[in-house]
């Protein structure tokens, strides 16, 4: 193609308004491109200096709330407070300057801390963001401008669950999957364009809890896996029917996000409940272990290889085997309670009690530090009751963190 042509075809391209495809190194969503807390992301520093890596920016306006950070080129989306209202937020995420923000709803009130949990979802030209109070909306990424609209509550039927909505919606296809919980299904499908309903689940309606969904396809039959407190299920994601289910003993909250793996699936709970590793089969599910090695609360568990990281309330952070449910090693002495991602052979551990970032090299030998530093300054208006509990997020070079109003930017390239 001549270059004349190229010049033309790429013009062609802008004018149409085609939103170019999320590149490796984009976070566009919830742990991740593919909902696994791993960045396929190379070339970045596998050790800090004493002082950790170079702060880039500081954005101290982001309000209340939880939410992690989408990031997708040169665009950062999370969730905040602002005038007594729930908003999202778009920055630059080279420079932290605001480029536009969009009402969500009304601020979810809450003991261990008012404001969203939920992390942006951005597909596209559009960013779709759920408030904690269930208030969900299709923004267009570029200027905000609201597209649709749709209460989890008051249109879908749902109830708010007690800590409020705290899913991550997912995208796939042409449609939006959400969890309102309820009589009329526990998941809901919504045309991504319009926000219609396409279908509920509604021969599994238990109410909602705050994991987040994942597709599958296993036995070449796509699905959404979502886990309550009380069930596992796949549910066929061209007509919102269960698939297949299996029981969980959950307590009180649950919260990570299920894992699947070469037709298994795994999931994890705090509050002492533990863990176990499903076989889906030909959809009549079997237990394959359960354990109390890791009882993961909140931070999130990564399968890399055949080990799943994280931290447990039982023991600390460790390397649990997929295959036997049983730890590698165990160490709670070197780093508190808290969060985990992955990025470029290292895990990015962050304590919820202190602001204490770790650069933790993935073995099965044990805990092997590659640097740390605390994060600074840290914010003044979090609950008392409340901790850093904001997931790191991994984006083209950058290592982005939060704590409430305060977002950090740190370069992790080489």
């Given at each position: 193609?001549?270059?004349?042509?190229?010049?033309?075809s790429?013009i062609?391209?802008?004018?149409?308004g085609?939103t170019p495809?999320?590149s490796?190194g984009?976070?566009?969503?919830w742990r991740?491109?593919?909902r696994t807390?791993?960045?396929?992301?190379?070339?970045?520093?596998?050790?800090?200096p004493?002082k950790g890596?170079?702060?880039?920016?500081?954005?101290?306006?982001?309000?209340?709330?939880?939410?992690g950070?989408?990031?997708?080129?040169?665009?950062?989306?999370?969730?905040?407070?602002?005038?007594?209202?729930t908003?999202l937020i778009?920055?630059?995420?080279?420079n932290s300057d605001e480029?536009?923000?969009?009402q969500?709803?009304?601020?979810?009130?809450?003991h261990w801390?008012?404001?969203?949990?939920c992390?942006?979802?951005?597909?596209?030209?559009?960013?779709?963001?759920?408030g904690?109070r269930?208030?969900?909306?299709?923004?267009?990424?570029?200027?905000?401008?609201?597209i649709?609209?749709?209460?989890?509550?008051?249109?879908?039927g749902?109830?708010?669950p007690?800590?409020?909505?705290t899913?991550?919606v997912?995208?796939?296809g042409?449609?939006?999957i959400c969890?309102?919980?309820?009589?009329?299904?526990?998941?809901a499908a919504?045309?991504?364009?319009t926000?219609?309903?396409l279908?509920?689940?509604?021969?599994?309606?238990?109410?909602?809890?705050?994991?987040?969904?994942?597709?599958?396809v296993?036995?070449?039959k796509r699905?959404?896996i979502?886990?309550?407190?009380k069930?596992?299920?796949?549910?066929d994601?061209?007509?919102?029917?269960v698939l297949?289910?299996?029981?969980w003993?959950?307590?009180t909250?649950?919260?990570?996000?299920p894992?699947?793996?070469?037709?298994?699936?795994?999931?994890?709970?705090?509050?002492?409940?533990?863990?176990?590793?499903?076989?889906?089969?030909?959809?009549?599910?079997?237990?394959?272990?359960?354990?109390?090695?890791?009882?993961?609360h909140?931070g999130g568990?990564?399968?890399?290889?055949d080990?799943?990281f994280?931290?447990?309330?039982?023991g600390?952070?460790?390397?649990?085997?997929?295959k036997?449910?049983?730890?590698?090693?165990?160490?709670?002495r070197?780093?508190g309670?808290?969060a985990?991602a992955?990025a470029?052979n290292r895990?990015?551990?962050i304590?919820?009690?202190?602001?204490?970032v770790v650069?933790?090299?993935?073995?099965?030998?044990?805990?092997?530090e590659?640097g740390?530093?605390?994060?600074?300054p840290?914010?003044?208006?979090?609950?008392?009751?409340g901790?850093?509990?904001?997931?790191?997020?991994?984006a083209?070079g950058?290592l982005?963190?939060?704590d409430?109003?305060?977002?950090?930017?740190?370069d992790?390239?080489?």
């Amino acid at each position: 193609m001549s270059s004349r042509l190229m010049l033309v075809s790429l013009i062609a391209i802008c004018l149409s308004g085609i939103t170019p495809k999320a590149s490796a190194g984009d976070w566009p969503g919830w742990r991740g491109a593919d909902r696994t807390d791993i960045s396929k992301e190379k070339g970045l520093l596998q050790k800090w200096p004493a002082k950790g890596p170079d702060k880039l920016w500081m954005y101290q306006s982001a309000g209340k709330g939880y939410s992690g950070m989408a990031v997708v080129g040169n665009r950062l989306y999370t969730l905040g407070t602002r005038a007594g209202k729930t908003i999202l937020i778009c920055l630059d995420a080279t420079n932290s300057d605001e480029v536009w923000t969009a009402q969500v709803g009304s601020i979810l009130g809450n003991h261990w801390g008012d404001g969203p949990r939920c992390t942006p979802t951005v597909d596209g030209d559009r960013v779709y963001a759920l408030g904690g109070r269930g208030n969900l909306i299709c923004v267009n990424a570029k200027t905000g401008k609201k597209i649709w609209s749709k209460s989890l509550t008051d249109d879908l039927g749902g109830r708010v669950p007690g800590w409020g909505y705290t899913e991550s919606v997912l995208i796939d296809g042409n449609k939006v999957i959400c969890t309102p919980g309820g009589k009329k299904g526990t998941l809901a499908a919504l045309d991504k364009s319009t926000g219609n309903v396409l279908w509920r689940s509604k021969d599994w309606t238990d109410g909602a809890q705050y994991s987040s969904p994942i597709v599958a396809v296993h036995n070449r039959k796509r699905q959404y896996i979502q886990l309550t407190q009380k069930t596992l299920a796949g549910v066929d994601a061209g007509t919102g029917k269960v698939l297949w289910r299996s029981s969980w003993g959950g307590r009180t909250a649950v919260i990570p996000t299920p894992i699947y793996h070469k037709g298994h699936v795994y999931i994890s709970s705090g509050y002492g409940v533990g863990s176990k590793l499903v076989k889906i089969g030909n959809n009549n599910p079997t237990d394959v272990w359960e354990s109390k090695d890791m009882v993961n609360h909140h931070g999130g568990v990564i399968l890399l290889g055949d080990h799943l990281f994280g931290y447990s309330d039982r023991g600390g952070w460790n390397a649990q085997s997929i295959k036997t449910g049983s730890s590698a090693w165990r160490e709670r002495r070197k780093l508190g309670k808290g969060a985990i991602a992955y990025a470029d052979n290292r895990f990015y551990c962050i304590s919820e009690s202190d602001g204490t970032v770790v650069l933790l090299e993935p073995s099965t030998k044990g805990w092997k530090e590659h640097g740390r530093f605390t994060l600074s300054p840290q914010s003044e208006i979090r609950s008392r009751a409340g901790r850093i509990w904001t997931h790191p997020t991994i984006a083209n070079g950058k290592l982005y963190l939060r704590d409430q109003d305060i977002i950090y930017c740190f370069d992790i390239k080489k």
